[in-house]
């Protein structure tokens, strides 16, 4: 093809004569990429963000907790929540190859409590647990120190505390190591303030459920045992070996407990990888319902570029003839007309990718979420715009460059 | 040079076959002023569109320059038409929304020149027509003459043998007609072959070969 740079310029001189049917098809066009772009940043961002927050709770962690017969509510059931002390001390005991480190967790049904510092309080969830609990469920610290064996061994009253608890009881910056919170009429020592957890975007999307990482008050789950006055464990955390050892850690620990209980009690698991499959298929359902708007919207736009291109095609008969007759080549004609179509589409993709980072904006500004615009988004939203353009200029193009002169030249 | 053997060209209206061209038969020699005439519906137009490789016949030969044209490819034909033939019809039939130097360096373009070299090429042609100072003007804002004499420079630009002109001067008044038909008289002079349709008997003394046709026929040559 020769003369290339002034065959484009030909074409997109042709699509500037015909102003409002270019700018019909562009504006189809634009919101089929729009509509692509918003919905590929909302995707890849909503897994970056819940990925991110996800990983909060520690990709390997993994929960087993009694399962309470719900079929029959008059059915007589046992009492208790199926783990025990004993129970937990013997799952310590080098019993699972699967299961890196476990932690109880003790807690009661109406886990929102007053905790109060003089005449100030705030509710806050209470929770006992071990000396791992913090690694399983990655959780560092912002000032202070861990619990220790002894202390837990030796029902301590010693607390750490979740940012939004300091915040609420001392302040922003107050220095509260050593200082006293009461709960329950009992005093706890805070010996450690736990770092802020983002789960903002889970908590948005009802995933949480009201559950607030960052009001927790987390205690030795011996000592919360003595002030509930029972052996009773509520939930066991443990963090698997691996993401591939997830389910065999779950299977080692429940056996165990129901071959400890003669198989009295039904365990219920959960672990991180339920939680990501979830986030996939909710995610890809979004993905599939918003590809599938986008889809109709482009099929709109295409058609449009379809029209303008058969509608040109008739109306320049004759200049096409003309080309014919001084030495355009059947290519020649088919490469203007399809540039034509391109034009059109890509510049409509562009006018997208620009409609679609304003809708960005403004969702960022209403939310509050910084999406980020992935550039494989942007490249997907050019090409997918290129394709249109070929797709629905190439029969029209096509059309134009089969006509013979003479009878293109005879067309009134 | 041009020789056409038997050439029939038939076009199908409702079903029934209107013959256009009827067993024609024709040489045409190089440096030949050929002019074509005949009444309206004779096959003048028709016989200048195969002339000319815009159309092809239904049976019979054309032979270009040595070459038979039959089942030549359309890329083969566009090349003939841009490197060969240059084309000049009644209605200018000129890109309405292109200056004057842009209609005269469109065939060069589809001959593949570089841009300096065509803008340069469209210039002289337009200078050696008259209309050195309208390089920019669009064809509206010329009279009929002066586009008819845009669209004889884009004929002449490749530097084709043979120019072919359908009524080329059918749409202008005497004054204008007495310039085009110098100016093919110059061009013949400079050793083109011109072959010409026209109704204006008073133009048949520029030719020197006067073809005249009837009901597809040739009547007398």
């Known amino acids: 093809m020769n003369n290339l740079a002034e065959k484009f310029q030909q074409a997109f001189r042709a699509i500037k004569e015909n102003r409002t049917r270019t700018i019909m098809s562009i504006v189809g066009i634009a919101v089929g990429i729009a509509a692509v772009m918003t919905i590929g940043v909302l995707s890849q961002s909503g897994k970056r963000f819940i990925y991110a927050e996800l990983e909060t709770y520690g990709l390997n962690s993994v929960w087993v907790y009694r399962k309470w017969e719900q079929d029959s509510p008059f059915a007589a059931q046992r009492q208790g929540s199926g783990i025990t002390t004993d129970d937990y001390l013997a799952l310590t005991d080098n019993c699972c190859s699967e299961v890196v480190s476990l932690s109880p967790v003790v807690y009661t049904t109406d886990w929102l409590k007053t905790i109060r510092v003089g005449s100030t309080f705030n509710k806050s969830s209470v929770e006992g647990v071990g000396v791992n609990l913090l690694k399983i469920n990655n959780d560092s610290l912002s000032e202070g120190r861990n619990f220790r064996s002894s202390e837990i061994r030796k029902r301590k009253n010693v607390a750490l505390i979740g940012q939004k608890v300091k915040e609420a009881l001392f302040g922003e910056n107050a220095n509260v190591i050593g200082k006293t919170i009461k709960f329950d009429n009992v005093q706890l020592t805070i010996i450690g303030v736990l770092k802020e957890k983002n789960r903002d975007f889970l908590s948005a999307i ?110 320049r008969t004759r200049e096409i003839g003309i080309r014919k007759a001084i030495g355009a080549s059947p290519q020649d004609i088919m490469f203007q007309f399809l540039m034509e179509s391109v034009y059109i589409s890509v510049i409509g993709g562009v006018v997208g990718i620009i409609l679609g980072i304003a809708i960005l904006i403004v969702m960022i500004l209403w939310s509050g979420f910084m999406l980020s615009p992935a550039w494989f988004v942007l490249f997907v939203g050019l090409l997918v715009s290129v394709l249109v353009g070929i797709s629905a200029g190439y029969l029209p193009a096509r059309h134009a460059s089969k006509m013979t002169p003479a009878e293109a030249l005879r067309f009134e | ?150 669209a004889i420079a884009r004929a002449i630009v490749n530097n084709p043998n043979v120019i072919i002109a359908d009524e080329p001067t059918g749409s202008l008044d005497d004054e204008s007609t007495a310039e085009i038909m110098e100016l093919f008289s110059q061009l013949h002079q400079s050793g083109r072959t011109i072959i010409f349709v026209t109704h204006n008997l008073s133009l048949l003394s520029y030719a020197s070969k006067v073809i005249r046709l009837s009901g597809g026929k040739i009547v007398n040559e």
């Open chain 2, 1 to 150: 040079m041009i020789t056409l053997l038997d050439v029939n060209k038939l076009y199908e209206k409702e079903g029934e076959f209107l013959a256009a061209l009827y067993d024609v038969n024709l040489q045409i020699d190089r440096g030949d002023f050929v002019a074509i005439t005949g009444p309206s519906g004779s096959g003048k137009s028709t016989l200048l569109t195969i002339l000319g490789c815009l159309d092809t016949p239904s049976s019979g030969q054309y032979i270009l320059d040595g070459h038979s044209i039959d089942n030549t490819p359309e890329v083969e034909l566009a090349r003939i038409r841009n490197k060969q033939i240059g084309f000049v019809f009644q209605s200018f039939n000129l890109i309405p929304t292109y200056t004057a130097l842009r209609n005269v360096e469109l065939p060069m373009l589809y001959a593949g020149m570089p841009a300096d070299l065509r803008t340069k090429r469209a210039a002289l042609a337009l200078n050696a027509v008259g209309l050195g100072e309208r390089l920019a003007h669009l064809p509206a804002e010329m009279s009929g003459g002066q586009q008819q004499r845009v």
């Open chain 1, 206 to 315: 009802g995933a949480t459920q009201g559950y607030d990482e960052n009001n927790r008050v987390l205690i030795p789950y011996t000592f919360y045992q003595q002030i509930l006055g029972s052996k009773d464990i509520h939930t066991l955390r443990a963090e698997a070996r691996s993401k591939k050892s997830v389910n065999k850690a779950l299977d080692q620990i429940t056996d165990i407990l129901s071959r400890r209980h003669n198989n009295q009690y039904k365990y219920q698991t959960e672990s991180m990888e339920g939680w990501i499959q979830t986030t996939d298929e909710i995610l890809k359902t979004i993905s599939i319902l918003g590809t599938a708007g986008a889809l109709v919207a482009l099929i709109v736009g295409g058609i449009g570029v379809f029209n303008i291109m058969s509608s040109a095609v008739i109306e």
